[in-house]
């Protein structure tokens, strides 16, 4: 699961959906991998604004990662003179993209349930006792 | 834009050339565009109307390489006609050489039969005609690179490439945007999305659909078309249950919601007491912690989940986000499903396929921006009829219109609608 993923994924429980502490899901056990893809500049333009980035900030600070700045980077930041790519967009490439969680657990801080990844694909599904 | 009926040709006006061909290059169900010179019921009055309608851009043309094409829809012309038609005009007043390799103009003529099923096949002369200068094709020829039967990973569910990308063109995917599908099976309507360069998320409540086996599962479909860049996540969820964040974050949702007795419509959870708790195994280990843990799922009903799936649109797409989803016209006991409406999203389009038996609407909608949606519209949930189920409500009217026959064979439910 990418770390973009991750940023737009919350406790599956209807019953955690009113806290705040339900989001970010906390990755444990995480083992992480770096995969290399094509960047594609105008999607992460396109994303960033939708982004959470502070639970960005934590999560990577969690993971152990590079420290992020305290605000998102804006638009102007994305794009250099000619309209190509900066070093910025590239990190964020790196950073939302090309890092995965192939296996581990997502802690959701509210209710302490676990979900499973599993080859970089999560399980959201729930007992019946927690639907 | 004028279009005949039974007719596969239509008349659109456009900005420019440039704007035809970029039409067309993105469309799945067109064959190709032409700059209209004129049109008419015989090869005279075709030719008053090019002459009429068109002596700017044959001047323009005049010292043009130029070739023609003839081409018949549901007719036939002898190669002697064909010279002979082709020959016919001349009152064109072309002076450029004639090229079939390099053409600079290149005019079709289009003969339109139009077949007329109950009469003989072959009607000797063409209905209607058109002369047009050639300007692009059409993205068709994607269509089999996507072929169904080429993919290395699918199941029966899986839909049709070209309605794939059909619903894709609909969705409006193009790179840059965030795409997503709640039954997404083996990724084919993610596939389509990024064949037009737009980001995807997928996901489904059975987990052995996206995992698949090894080199045969939803990512190695993106690996086969090369566009593994496109392809975000796949995750296993219930989309009653999402673990999604709530926010208009999504550019578009695409779905075919299960439907029919045999794949059965599930979701997450379990009527049985016994389950209402954590459920410990014999050796005292927590059930649901098991790697090979799978979670009970309930029916539910068709005519909800689509609410459900509206309601979910309307709180994640953005403006103008599109939500297309595929639903069967009428349900397992032929009682006719009605479009499901919502006040924050506007229908912009209903299309339909239709099989011999059976019959699904694609429908598309388009968010509406909060400001212009009407508050005073009144949802009607389709549990609150008159204190009974829709379903039962409709059931009771097949019956009466049945005369109210063998309650046996009246229960029948219909074969499985999930085919192609």
């Given at each position: 699961m990418k770390l973009l993923t991750l940023n737009f994924l919350t406790c599956a429980r209807k019953a955690c959906k009113t806290s705040a502490a339900s989001f970010p899901l906390h990755p444990r056990e995480a083992e992480l991998e770096q995969v290399e893809l094509d960047m594609n500049p105008q999607f992460i333009r396109n994303v960033l604004p939708r982004v959470e980035w502070e639970a960005m900030r934590s999560i990577s600070q969690e993971l152990g990662l590079p420290s992020l700045p305290d605000t998102a980077p804006g638009p102007e930041e994305l794009a250099d003179a000619e309209g190509g790519p900066t070093q910025i967009l590239k990190d964020l490439h790196t950073l939302l993209m090309e890092t995965t969680i192939a296996s581990g657990k997502l802690l959701c801080a509210n209710c302490g349930h676990e979900y499973a990844i599993k080859e970089g694909i999560a399980n959201f599904l729930l007992p019946s006792h927690l639907v | 834009m004028q279009r005949f009926l039974k007719s596969p040709f239509c008349i659109v006006r456009l900005d420019s050339a440039a704007a035809a061909k970029a039409l067309l290059s993105r469309?799945?169900?067109?064959t190709g565009i032409y700059e209209l010179l004129g049109h008419g019921d015989t090869y005279d009055a075709l030719r008053d109307n090019v002459l009429s309608r068109s002596s700017r851009q044959l001047l323009q043309y005049k010292k043009l390489p130029f070739r023609f094409t003839l081409d018949c829809f549901q007719g036939t012309r002898s190669t002697k006609k064909q010279r002979e038609i082709i020959e016919s005009f001349g009152y064109l007043d072309l002076e450029g050489q004639i090229s079939m390799?390099?053409?600079?103009?290149?005019?079709w003529i289009l003969e339109d039969y139009s077949l007329d099923t109950t009469k003989p096949k072959h009607s000797s002369e063409p209905k209607h005609l058109y002369l047009g200068r050639f300007l692009g094709s059409s993205g068709r020829k994607v269509v089999p690179v996507y072929d169904l039967k080429r993919r290395k990973y699918i199941s029966t569910t899986s839909m049709d490439s070209e309605l794939a990308l059909v619903t894709a063109n609909l969705a409006l995917a193009v790179p840059g945007k965030l795409i997503y599908d709640p039954f997404t099976g083996t990724g084919s309507f993610p596939v389509a999305c990024a064949h037009f360069g737009a980001t995807v998320i997928g996901s489904d409540i059975d987990g052995r659909s996206i995992r698949g086996s090894k080199g045969r599962n939803v990512f190695s479909n993106f690996q086969q078309y090369g566009l593994e860049a496109l392809y975000l996540d796949s995750f296993i969820s219930d989309l009653t249950n999402t673990p999604l964040r709530k926010g208009r974050w999504l550019d578009g949702i695409v779905c075919d919601p299960p439907y029919g007795v045999r794949e059965g419509l599930k979701v997450l959870g379990s009527p049985k007491p016994e389950l209402q708790k954590e459920v410990r195994l014999k050796d005292g280990r927590i059930a649901h912690l098991q790697s090979d843990y799978i979670p009970p799922k309930r029916a539910y009903s068709f005519e909800a989940m689509l609410d459900d799936i509206l309601d979910f649109a309307a709180a994640m797409l953005i403006d103008q986000g599109r939500l297309c989803m595929w639903m069967p016209t009428a349900n397992d006991e032929d009682v006719e499903l009605a479009i499901p409406a919502h006040p924050a999203l506007e229908i912009t389009s209903v299309c339909v396929q239709s099989f011999n038996k059976w019959s699904r609407r694609l429908l598309t909608y388009r968010r509406i921006s909060d400001s212009d949606i009407d508050q005073t519209a009144v949802r009607r949930k389709r549990e609150q009829i008159n204190g009974a189920t829709a379903d039962e409500l409709n059931s009771f009217r097949r019956k009466y219109f049945q005369g109210f026959k063998d309650a046996a064979s009246s229960d029948d439910v219909g074969g499985q609608h999930n085919s192609g």
């Open positions: - | 469309c799945i169900l067109a390799k390099n053409a600079e103009l290149d005019l």
